[in-house]
């Protein structure tokens, strides 16, 4: 396989997921969804599998578990309309991403996107959230 394979489908997906962002309703943001689809199905159906051994399949099961995991869990986190849900799928994408860092034995990459983005700007988004939600008027709960 040709090592800028990849690359051209991600080019596509991604293509095709912004026109589908950027465009109404109507013919062509069906266009960029059949183009984003088309690039994804591109991208799964290239052959992972460089020999036919145990390990070699058993990682790339789990990098397709923790990378399904993290695109679904991404998607909800943009379309979720409560902001502590959308905080509450960061972290599953958070974590999804961690177990992908795991998998390609880097460590501290791994350790350090949990300690920054979950332990510390989440955090702080929690608490600016729970601080907005308080009574407007000193007779209102």
């Given at each position: 396989?040709?090592?800028?394979?990849?690359?051209?489908?991600?080019?596509?997906?991604?293509?095709?997921?912004?026109?589908?962002l950027?465009?109404?309703?109507?013919?062509?943001?069906?266009?960029?969804?059949?183009?984003?689809l088309a690039g994804l199905i591109w991208l799964?159906?290239?052959p992972v599998l460089p020999d036919s051994s145990p390990e070699a399949l058993t990682h790339t099961v789990f990098m397709l578990v923790f990378s399904l995991c993290a695109i679904a869990s991404a998607v909800q986190m943009i379309v979720q309309?409560?902001?502590?849900?959308?905080?509450?799928?960061?972290?599953?994408?958070v974590l999804s991403i961690c177990g992908m860092l795991v998998m390609l034995e880097?460590?501290?990459?791994?350790?350090?996107?949990?300690?920054?983005?979950a332990g510390a700007i989440l955090i702080t988004?929690?608490?600016?959230?729970?601080l907005?939600?308080?009574?407007?008027?000193?007779?209102?709960?």
């Open positions: 396989m040709e090592p800028i394979l990849p690359y051209i489908a991600t080019t596509l997906a991604t293509v095709g997921l912004a026109i589908m950027a465009a109404g309703p109507g013919p062509s943001r069906q266009g960029g969804a059949v183009l984003g799964f159906a290239m309309q409560r902001p502590v849900y959308a905080a509450l799928f960061f972290v599953i994408v880097a460590f501290f990459m791994a350790f350090a996107l949990v300690i920054v983005y988004y929690m608490f600016v959230l729970m907005a939600q308080q009574a407007s008027a000193p007779d209102q709960r």
